[in-house]
């Protein structure tokens, strides 16, 4: 049935020993693959640059302290810097009597995950309402893991450089 001699045993430990090292490889490249893995919806909704934009503070469910406020920062600051019009609103809830569009949203995660390195975590979710008519108009949410080198802040502005057209 089967040869058992000492050169067919041979054989199979070293093919045995080569599939081995290419499933180590095979699951080191998965997991460097997915532990720095961003997930971003790619058809994101591009904004009209003649409209005046109000962006209220975010929601904050987390544990740090201000992230809806730092999450609302960016984001008026990435839409100035592509030629967006911000309406700046003095009250904190107030919307600019001048804005044609508001965007208000929720921080779901802001940190570093636990661990060794501590990769930096954002997840918010945002929402486009009609100044005038307080309907929505698009929603969307953005959740990106970073590397050990970045801050949660650069990865957030990162993240929604590369939504805001």
Known sequence: MYDLSIKNINILNRKGVKELKNLKVFVSVFILCISCSTVINKNFKQLDKGKIYAVLPFKNYTETPMAGHRV?????????SKGYFIAKSKEEDGIHPE???????????????????????????????????????????????????????????RVIDEVIR
């Open 72 to 80: 609302a920062s960016v984001i008026e600051a990435v839409l100035a």
């Open 99 to 157: 804005a044609d569009y508001v965007i208000r949203g929720t921080v779901n995660e802001y940190g570093y995950k636990a661990g060794l390195e501590g990769k930096p975590v954002v997840s918010i979710s945002f929402y486009i309402y009609d100044a005038k008519t307080e309907k929505p108009v698009y929603s969307g949410s953005i959740s990106a893991t970073g590397w050990s080198h970045e801050s949660v802040s650069t990865l957030l502005q």
